[in-house]
């Protein structure tokens, strides 16, 4: 298709041709050397600035994809049944207390522990652990899992008197 321009224009009648590759440089003249008309219709035919053929099962960049709310059913976990622990059923026993003004002590298993503080001990692999709540003069407060537990000291049956008796020999 040759494109007439009136005889006043400064651009004439070229024949189609492409335009230079890239990265060659045309010199430059006065003058442009291709229409508007021609330069339209090499951009239109142009494969590289033609959209791609979308696939029917891709996903559209400029859309908002749907999403589908699901509620997460949770999965049907056996529950682990945990024995009923207490300080007896692990054989546990307080041999002395100390309560002084400052600080109370017991003493549990061979072991002295403060008010407040942590006992840990392992059975079968697993750890227990109870708080040492309240020291009194003769037993003592244990707490696991929101359950209270009371020990006592081992009173002797004899009063702890030293008395004298006479020998008679």
């Known amino acids: ?9 400064p651009v004439a009648e070229t024949p189609a041709s492409p335009p ?5 440089t045309a010199p430059r ?20 600035t033609l ?3 979308r696939a029917p099962d891709w996903r559209d960049p400029f859309m908002t994809p749907e999403t589908e709310i699901v509620q ?10 945990k024995p009923e622990v207490s300080p007896k059923s692990l054989g546990m026993s ?10 109370r002590v017991a003493q549990i298993d ?7 503080g942590t006992i840990k001990l392992v059975r079968d692999g697993q750890e227990i652990e109870f708080t040492l709540a309240e020291v009194e003069p003769h037993s003592v407060t244990l707490t696991r899992e929101g359950k209270e537990f009371r020990l006592h000291t081992h009173r002797p049956t004899r009063s702890g008197r030293i008395e004298l008796v006479e020998r008679t020999d």
Do not use: F
């Open 1 to 9: 298709m040759a494109v007439v321009a009136p005889a006043d224009d």
């Open 20 to 24: 230079p590759a890239l990265g060659h």
């Open 29 to 48: 003249s006065e003058h442009a050397r291709h229409s508007w008309g021609q330069l339209i219709e090499w951009m239109e035919n142009d494969p590289q």
């Open 51 to 53: 959209s791609a053929k």
């Open 72 to 81: 997460a059913q949770p999965e049907a976990v056996p529950e682990q049944v």
């Open 94 to 103: 307080v041999s002395s207390t100390i309560v002084g003004p400052g600080r």
């Open 110 to 116: 061979g072991r002295a522990y403060r008010e407040g």
